[in-house]
């Protein structure tokens, strides 16, 4: 039972692996993959608070694993439930796709629970091919090349990471003997206060996951990649791989311990400022609305990094609140964009005018998702950057706060245009959107459940908090 939702994936990837060897237009490879989403979220579900290792204690099972498991689970669910038609995806490779999908998620659920570095650097590249391949996947009939181009810099960008993360591993394993964390753990806390080494390894180890985070300076695949890849395959990447990233990084930034982490902790600042602002300035000036979202998503990922530098549980908690949050306000955006876009083109924000006539449902999903992102009440946008704000300034960080709160009051004013281009401009004779009953279910659940986190935040922060002392 401790491995179950890995080994349902693990299972339903060999079975989609037979369904992509024939000829088939992916809709019954589509039904396993849903199926396999639906199984690991209820498994994991299940097994939310057991506890157990296994793999001669590379491999730990507990509530801070199985939490992203569950969170992991409902992305994957949601993409593959909202782009149903798949438009962007050829029909001869979609069985593919999916097989490349549940891969990616099995090596996402795989990270999560490891506790040994060679685990975590095989898990993070099983996670990571996967999603190498699924970008030029994008169909070209329609003279669409660029996903090449994007494939190629997201592999080149992903090198450079795992080079540097792989140096980082060097340091740690030199100097404490051990690739466990229940042994490096101790000692790089107690070096860490004296040897620069110690924390040089955690940085150059933590710049792997901060790649896949979008955090500046390793965010320059994001732009293009968001562009070039096919929409189902930009929100799965927009959403479901930083819940991995955000739990290794709370992994790693506990090693510093309460003494050693003021280099750390600057080294945070920098990045968290740096990301902020140059993700938000940059989106001001987009028409696209991946690419939009692309630069939003690195300054989101600046959010993230205030609740770990304050290097306390309930720091880290909050930083899981958010990316839990962020993780339904991205789907929500990206669900109007896979429905919106006719043969699986990219989609303007001029294409979004007159939504609310075109399909109200997908208007007030947009708004909702919109409004979230912007940090406006009383959706979990808002509870998120309000919290970590509170807590980086309650750990003496008001400069940073300061600046922070800037950047919240800059991206108001893009996302609220897409909303305003929704709500206000006229159609133009663009044409209606259709929307298929599945689509809908999930379109009402993100919103219930970006209004449901927002309003009432307690429960999901006790959670949270309960499960970063489960590693402490």
Not at 116 to 125: D, G, Q, R, W
Not at 182 to 187: A, C, D, L, Q, T
Not at 325 to 331: A, F, I, Q, R, T
Not at 461 to 466: K, R, Y
């Amino acid at each position: 039972m401790l491995f179950a939702p890995e080994l349902v994936l693990l299972l339903g990837s060999l079975l989609l692996f037979f369904l992509s060897l024939g000829e088939s237009d992916g809709k019954g490879a589509r039904n396993v993959t849903i199926l396999l989403g639906l199984a690991g979220f209820v498994l994991s579900i299940i097994t939310l608070f057991q506890e157990g290792s296994l793999f001669m204690g590379a491999y730990r099972i507990d509530l801070f694993s199985q939490l992203f498991k569950v969170l992991i689970a409902v992305g994957m669910t949601c993409v593959v439930i909202f782009d149903g038609e798949m438009k962007g995806i050829s029909a001869r490779m979609r069985p593919e796709y999916y097989l490349f999908l549940t891969l990616s998620c099995m090596g996402l659920m795989l990270l999560v629970s490891s506790v040994e570095l060679i685990t975590m650097f095989v898990a993070l590249e099983l996670s990571s091919y996967s999603l190498y391949l699924m970008v030029p996947m994008r169909d070209d009939t329609g003279g669409i090349r660029f996903q090449m181009e994007a494939a190629i810099k997201y592999i080149l960008f992903g090198i450079i990471a795992t080079g540097a993360m792989l140096y980082g591993m060097s340091y740690l394993f030199g100097l404490t003997g051990s690739t466990h964390l229940e042994v490096v753990v101790p000692k790089i806390i107690e070096l860490s206060a004296s040897s620069p080494a110690a924390i040089l390894g955690i940085a150059l180890f933590m710049f792997g996951f901060f790649y896949k985070l979008a955090v500046f300076p390793f965010h320059f695949w994001v732009p293009d990649v968001y562009e070039g890849a096919a929409n189902s395959t930009t929100a799965f990447i927009a959403s479901v791989p930083k819940l991995g990233a955000v739990a290794i990084l709370i992994r790693l930034v506990v090693m510093v311990g309460p003494t050693g982490g003021d280099a750390l902790v600057n080294l945070l600042i920098v990045l968290a400022l740096c990301s902020m602002f140059y993700g938000n300035l940059s989106a001001l000036v987009q028409t696209d609305v991946k690419r939009m979202l692309g630069f939003s998503g690195i300054s989101h990922a600046g959010y993230v990094l205030l609740g770990l530098l304050t290097l306390k549980d309930s720091g880290f908690a909050t930083s899981i609140y958010y990316i839990a949050g962020y993780l339904v306000m991205n789907l929500a955006c990206f669900l109007v964009i896979c429905k919106v876009s006719k043969n699986g083109e990219n989609v303007s924000i001029d294409d979004l005018s007159g939504l609310h006539q075109r399909a109200p449902l997908l208007a007030l999903t947009l708004g909702v998702g919109m409004f979230a992102l912007a940090g406006i009440p009383p959706f979990v946008g808002f509870m998120g950057k309000f919290m970590l704000l509170t807590g980086a300034y309650k750990a003496g960080h008001l400069t940073l706060v300061i600046l922070a709160a800037l950047n919240t009051a800059i991206a108001i004013y893009y996302y609220l245009s897409v909303v305003r281009i929704a709500f206000c401009n006229d159609p133009d004779e663009r044409p209606s959107v259709s929307v298929d009953p599945m689509t809908k279910l999930v379109s009402v659940f993100l919103m219930v459940v970006i209004i449901a986190m927002g309003v009432a935040p307690a429960k999901v922060l006790e959670l949270a908090t309960t499960a970063v002392r489960s590693i402490l």
